[in-house]
């Protein structure tokens, strides 16, 4: 993954980028990321890079000049960019789209808001408006980093097991499996007997169980949405049925 932030707080990603798996894919070369601080495009003597909103009302609004400067400074060395800018409006960012940026051959650049928002003339810039959540943050860095670490995940060789990728949360589109580690009893509670089995049917047919169960139970909504076999209405239909009774 390739990909330009323009942000007023570098450092907020700095840190994040300089650990765990992130840290292991950029010293490999599978990701590459580089900050650019939006001040520093900003002119006049005290870098201005916010101002009052026209037509009045509370709070500050990111101006249009230091963000266009600095997308037409990165653009210079003519590489194909998808110009991506954080924002609560924005598409909800979800496992599918970290998948289709996985695959995506042009570099990224990620636009990160602060104030009450942003001059609307800097969306002719964007080809995409992606959003986190229905919240409020203080800034788009941590939405920045988030959709990095997601895509981050998929890229061959980042987590070192690929099959884990496989294995994650939503990959199926469903919720996590629960998990069991040593000791086998820890105060009075048990690791299920299937996952000490050494039967790899019976552990697959556990775990893929359990996953319908929580998803069920905490996310019913993707359940409508995940491509069902017939073994697993079977499955749904006893869970169910257990429940009822």
Known sequence: ????????????LTAYL??????????KNLLDVKLYNIR???????????????????????????????VDFIKEDGELRKVILLSPQGKPYNQSMAEAYSREKKRFVFICGRYEGIDERVKTLVDEEVSIGDYVITGGELAALVIIDAV???IPGALGDEKSVEDESFSWGLLDYPHYTRPREFRGMQVPEALVSGNHKEIW??????????????????????ELTDLDKKILSEIKASEDA
Do not use: Q
């Not at 300089?18 to 010293?27: G, H, Q």
């Not at 500050?60 to 963000?67: A, I, L, Q, R, T």
């Open 40 to 70: 520093d495009f900003a002119s006049g003597p005290h870098r201005t890079v916010d101002d009052s909103p026209y037509g009045g009302g509370s709070g500050m609004v990111f101006k249009p000049e230091p963000v266009f400067r600095a």
């Open 152 to 154: 981050t995940r998929l």
């Open 205 to 226: 047919l556990w775990r893929r169980r359990e996953a319908l169960r929580k998803t069920l139970k905490k996310r019913p909504d993707l359940i409508e949405k995940v």
């Open 1 to 12: 993954m390739k990909c330009d932030v323009l942000t007023l707080f570098p450092d907020i």
């Open 18 to 27: 300089n650990e765990s798996i992130l840290k292991r894919a950029r010293d």
